[in-house]
């Protein structure tokens, strides 16, 4: 039987850690080779991590992303690798030059796939369909590629695409495939969003069963900024079934040995692929040669990794994106606000689980208006967790702030203002630690908050890093509770789940005195932020008028705060920031 035994690597590279991600390449090349696979395939941009954005427009990072290609090559010996990297032509790059000096016209940028065998350049492929939307801005740095190469090795014709090119049924894929190739390596950099993982394997089951070839997806893994790579990687075989999977949110190591007789075989029975004229120009053929293999190979057994549940996909995504800024960036330990609250608690948690309790701290600050309860609750957070818990109480500072603005505040009755004192005096405190420690202030506050500006700039907005910013307040609750499974004791109490939420910043205050319930807020601001319906299409889904014109003011009116907030990990299909760009000054309003 003639087989094709295939390596995928889903790795965690780090942006511009040009010699980092080279050194995580070639380490995994020694795995590859212990398992004694034909060709193994890295993900998008494996040299400069993905997105490098506008490192691409300085022409060192270029040259030395290319002198990391030759490096990689020197270490391939004796298999086949497709490693994602920056190239400068629609072809194989001429060696850079030892000088960092680099010609005016060096930014003809190209998104590339290059194929090494046995220390050799074989081939680069230079991605086709460039995605501009949501987090996507690839049009402003690469050009298409129009080439079509395909590689023969061990008797396998191979064609390799990258990322956007497989979403598109007349596409390379399709090309590739009417030229001959038996099987496709796509490798990728593809960002979480909820539910993302499973639509895109549908899709993949039917790209590979459309065009009758076995269809190997790689990848990424890791956190950059507000994006999480969950991994995912899969193999499908010529008929769309499944036959390996990595794991989801880990590095990975995947092989499949691939049944290249059962692929010839329905490609002499079934319907023939027609090449397009126009593309037929573009297919180059490459052969590829390597060292013999002992016949008595023993046969790969792959594995299937399991599907994650969609909020245990979130809960392990923020977790990667916490544990991915603070290690990425330089920190060990992170500070938190600790209200009482659920928000504050999750946060928490999510810190704990991916730094360690040992490397976060939590602050409480209490206020004249902080009840008894919010004491009782953090003090048992911080036992559950085993995590160092300070109480700075902000009376003293509070009562000073108001004492310097009594004159000027004199005939004027307390209002929002004397409420946001309280979050800067905390928001003051919290940088203070980080300054004097080093730790990374975590805040706080869901995308619910942040959607309508139920937020205080420089106050619980102040911070390093917004963890829970892209989780509505509904979900915050389900996460909190899909913690709460694991252990023997709940990590959240009970009494912070059920109590009604609050801000505590003036007596008796509740969040719905300002807004609409959560379980009306969200589904709102779904239709309105996620999806772009107008105010008539919300309202004949069911609610109330008034309601949905006055949370649409207050999104829109909210736009000056999001844009001064935190980067947070975005897990829904919109997330606020690269994915929603509304302008400060607008004058549209929908409402």
Known sequence: MRTFRIAMVQMNPTVGDLEGNVRRITAWLREAKKAKADLVAFPELAITGYPPEDLLLKPRFVADNRRALQEIVRHCRGL??????????????????????????????????????????????????????G?????????????????????????????????WPEGPTRFQAAAG?????????????????????????????????????????????????????????????????????????????????AVARARRTGPKKLLPRRVAAAVEVCAASLPSVPKNLVRAVSDVA???????????????????????????????????????????????????????????????????????????????????????????????YRHALAETFEGRAPDTTEENLQARIRGNLLMAFSN???????????????SVGYATLYGDMAGGFAVIKDVPKTMVYDLARLRNLRGITPAIS????????????????????????????????QAYVEEDRSLEEIVEAGYDRATVARVMTMVDGSEYKRRQAPIGIKITHRALGKDRRMPITNGYRNS
């Open 80 to 133: 086949a690798a497709v490693v994602g990297y920056v190239s400068q032509s629609d072809g194989i790059d001429p060696k850079p030059a030892r000088s960092s000096v680099v010609s005016a016209g060096a930014h003809e940028l190209y998104n590339a796939a290059a194929v090494i065998a046995d220390q050799k350049l074989i081939t680069t492929y230079c991605k086709w369909y460039l995605p501009n939307y």
């Open 306 to 400: 399991t599907v994650l549940d969609p909020l245990e996909e979130v809960y392990r995504a923020l977790t990667l994106g916490v544990r991915d800024y603070v290690r990425k960036n330089g920190f060990t330990r992170a500070v938190i606000g600790l209200s009482g609250g659920v928000d504050s608690a999750l946060t928490a948690v999510l810190a704990v689980d991916a730094l360690g309790a040992e490397n976060v701290w939590g602050l409480f600050m209490p206020s004249p208006y902080t009840s008894q309860d919010s004491h009782d609750d953090v003090a048992e957070l911080g036992a559950r967790l085993a995590i160092s818990v300070r109480t700075i109480p902000i009376t003293t500072l509070f009562d000073t």
């Open 494 to 525: 009970k009494r912070t789940l059920d109590r009604p939420p609050t801000a505590e910043l003036r007596p008796n205050q509740n969040d719905e005195d300002s807004l609409p319930p959560y379980e009306i807020l969200d589904p709102i601001l």
């Open 436 to 450: 004097k420690f080093g730790h990374l202030v975590l805040t706080t506050g869901n995308k619910s908050e942040m």
């Open 135 to 167: 987090v996507f801005d690839e049009s402003r740095y690469f050009h298409p590629g129009r080439r079509l190469p395909l590689i023969r090795l061990r008797g396998t014709v191979v064609g390799v695409n990258i990322c956007e090119d497989v979403w």
């Open 181 to 261: 190739a038996e099987v496709i390596v796509n490798i990728n950099a593809s960002p979480f969003h909820l539910g993302k993982s499973r639509i895109r394997e549908q899709m993949l089951a039917t790209r590979a069963r459309e065009n009758g070839v076995v269809l190997t997806y790689t990848n990424a893994v890791g956190g950059q900024d507000e994006l999480v790579f969950d991994g995912n990687s899969v193999i499908l075989d010529h008929q769309g079934e499944v036959i390996a999977r990595g794991k989801a949110f880990e590095e990975d190591l995947i092989v499949a040995d691939l049944n290249m007789e």
